[in-house]
């Protein structure tokens, strides 16, 4: 009782979660799989099977699997810019904790009262040192999705029980259940369930050939992979499709392989499938991957040769790859393909891009992408790009086109939310000795920035340096006020 109590402060609020995201899932039931013991998965399944509120529906284990899987995966980084890499010794050191913690909970269940509780206090230092690593060292797996892919495979391993027991000889819950163990990386039952439909003289078809290859691709096995590949082509109705083609791409994509990738890509176009905008993406971001930015920009035409518009991947992707290269004209390159295919950037893509020229400090770049994303809603990359044009003009002393920078921002409604920013501006203007210009500015922000001692410190340096006493006097007694000494 007291690991089932840990293991829910672990998953605290994440069934529930995972039950909106998939529209007709049992939360409570939901939740008891995810905390109870795996060895008592299946009596659970099988009692709310029975029930009368699942009674009508036979298909009610589909969503919950689909919840389970669900909250199994935390957000998942981006391909282009993958997550730190862990060392093998640690990621085996994480691993051995969880072995560690299956074990102390078998043992809990076989050991006295007093040995039981001497079990959960080690136990529970076993879950939190886990956790811990995993998520430390920002691990794909995690201790939370360790132990819901043991409730799924339960799930499914009873559905399978309960087709085989019942004579069904539908096809489409077998391959349900298929699909679900690649997600899951358990081969070995993908394979059973597979058997199972042989046995029963269920018909074949590609999906299911399909489902099954992924499921062995998931674990890396390709030798088997390759293998149903092959008898598909000999097997009446289970020809290979461009799905069949997109797995291999997808896992030769995933394992770093550029020429094993580019064959299967020319295989599905031999045998006459189209190639679909997953297709590209696992390419030109493989090949990214790869720094083979010749070959992802090979494909990336391809691409719209074919007139098929990229997604929001292969967009950061391309820019990834422009990047690189260092185009000399980042920003217009970027936004001819974006306005002449007529994509949609969403706000991660034109975050990545606001970076890359503010990094590379050319202010007509930035300007050309002001101009461009003040037609949509990307606040944050505005505001960026605001205080970037503003500083550049300053330290090039462009006064002219620095006041029309900042009144253009003011105007917008966005303020100064960068002290150098201001201090830079102040600068410009003394260089230029334009000090009534510099008074319309103060005056035009004071009611929008504080000045800070060090900003206070400048202006009275200035005017003793041109010898402004009135104004120095005017600073001074301001500087008063405002707390500084």
């Avoid at 001497?118 to 879950?127: E, F, G, Y």
């Avoid at 092959?230 to 770093?256: H, W």
């Avoid at 991660?348 to 202010?363: C, E, M, P, S």
Wanted: net charge neutral; glycine share 4%; charged share 25%.
């Amino acid at each position: 009782m007291a690991l089932a109590a840990a293991r829910r402060r672990l998953w605290r609020g994440m069934g529930t979660a995972a039950a909106v995201v998939v529209p007709g899932t049992d939360v409570t039931l939901l939740s008891r799989l995810v905390s109870d013991p795996e060895c008592q998965v299946k009596a659970t399944m099988e009692m709310a099977s029975s029930s009368a509120s699942h009674h009508r529906d036979g298909d009610f284990w589909e969503p919950l699997a689909a919840a389970l899987l669900r909250a199994s995966y935390p957000a998942e980084a981006n391909l282009v810019s993958p997550s730190l890499l862990v060392p093998r010794p640690v990621n085996q050191y994480a691993f051995q904790i969880i072995s560690c913690f299956r074990f102390l909970e078998t043992q809990q269940r076989k050991n006295s009262v007093a040995q039981r509780m001497h079990i959960t206090s080690i136990s529970s230092l076993v879950v939190a040192l886990a956790t811990d690593i995993f998520l430390r060292h920002k691990l794909k797996e995690t201790p939370m999705r360790h132990w819901i892919f043991f409730a799924l495979n339960q799930v499914l391993e009873w559905k399978l029980e309960k087709l085989l027991k019942e004579r069904i000889h539908d096809c489409k819950p077998y391959s349900t259940i298929i699909r679900f163990c690649g997600e899951t990386r358990n081969a070995t039952l993908a394979m059973r369930v597979f058997e199972c439909m042989e046995a029963q003289g269920i018909q074949l078809n590609t999906g299911i050939f399909n489902a099954l290859i992924n499921a062995f691709l998931s674990v890396g096995d390709l030798l088997s992979a390759i293998t149903l590949y092959e008898s598909m082509e000999s097997i009446e109705n289970c020809k290979p499709d461009s799905t069949t083609y997109d797995a291999f791409i997808s896992a030769f994509s995933l394992l770093g392989s550029g020429h094993a990738m580019m064959n299967w890509y020319l295989v599905a176009k031999n045998a006459g499938f189209t190639p679909s905008t997953q297709t590209f993406e696992c390419l030109i971001t493989g090949f990214v991957r790869l720094n083979m930015l010749d070959d992802a920009e090979t494909m990336f035409k391809e691409m719209i040769s074919f007139e098929i518009k990229p997604n929001n991947t292969i967009l950061e992707a391309k820019l990834e790859m422009l990047c690189r290269r260092k185009e000399a004209n980042l920003v217009r390159e970027f936004f001819k393909y974006a306005s002449d295919g007529k994509w949609e950037l969403n706000d991660a893509t034109v975050k990545r891009l606001t970076r890359a020229i503010l990094d590379g400090g050319d202010v007509d770049e930035m300007e050309e992408l002001l101009a461009l994303i003040q037609k949509e809603a990307h606040v944050s990359s505005e505001t960026q790009l605001h205080s970037g044009i503003i500083k550049s003009y300053a330290k090039a002393d462009r006064l002219a086109d620095m006041e029309r920078a900042i009144w253009r921002m003011l105007d917008n409604g966005t303020i100064f939310l960068c002290l150098e920013d201001v201090e830079a501006v102040i600068c410009c203007y003394f260089r230029h000795k334009n000090f009534d210009r510099l008074d319309l500015f103060l005056n035009r922000i004071q009611s929008l920035f504080n000045l800070t001692r060090s900003t206070y410190d400048i202006l009275v340096a200035g005017y003793r340096r041109f010898g402004l006493h009135e104004r120095l006097d005017s600073t001074v007694n301001d500087m008063k006020k405002a707390g500084f000494a």
